[in-house]
């Protein structure tokens, strides 16, 4: 069955970016798979993203990645990016991009591509926070990085409507990053997902 994984790195101090939207310390543990001590956490936490049969994602993190994702390929499923602008699809190695302005929607399209796999949803806190108030969130993997930034994005601000009861699921724990995860007992009031331009 077709499970919506929300995953996110995210601070101690609960930041999803630093200052100024800088993500380079909360993904170092992604380019740490040198043979370290953290290797085997950081390397499964990448693989299980990499299984997901379908990708949603917000128009920051596609405009964000533009550069550093060059002409790599870099997502092995089919994406869908959350925006008001009307774009045609485009592909790159074989990757499509679709563009949806409705995270209902893109939930819905995303699920219907995997036959049966999960769906991630990366973890902007805009899409995030949206997600998990819209009751469309089935598990949280978070990537818990062993620093205080202070400033930044908070993944998690408030929600409409009713707390949103987790149920712990796992734990595996590595110097650079620890894998958090949760199952999703009750979710918040469904709210309008329309996603902000």
Known sequence: MTKTVLHCSIS????ATGPAGDLTRLHAWMFSLDGGSG???????????????????????????????????VFS???????????????????????????????????????????????????????????LVDEFLLHLVPVLLGSGTPCF?????????????????SPAVTGLRYRVRGAAQANDASVPA
């Open 39 to 73: 290797t085997s956490v950081a390397s499964a936490l990448t693989r299980e993203f990499h299984a997901s049969k379908a990708i949603i994602f917000g128009r920051r993190t596609w405009d964000s990645g533009q550069e550093p994702w060059g002409e790599d390929d």
């Open 157 to 173: 601000a408030t929600f409409d409507g009713a707390p949103v009861e987790l149920e712990p699921a796992g734990a595996d724990e």
């Open 12 to 15: 101690l101090d609960g930041f």
């Open 77 to 135: 499923a089919p994406v869908f990016v959350l925006t008001h602008e009307l774009l045609q699809p485009v592909e790159r190695n074989g990757t499509v991009f679709t563009f949806v302005s409705n995270l209902h929607e893109a939930v819905r399209r995303a699920s219907a591509v995997t036959g049966g796999g999960d769906v991630a949803l990366m973890g902007s806190p805009a899409v995030a926070q949206q997600a998990v108030a819209a009751g």
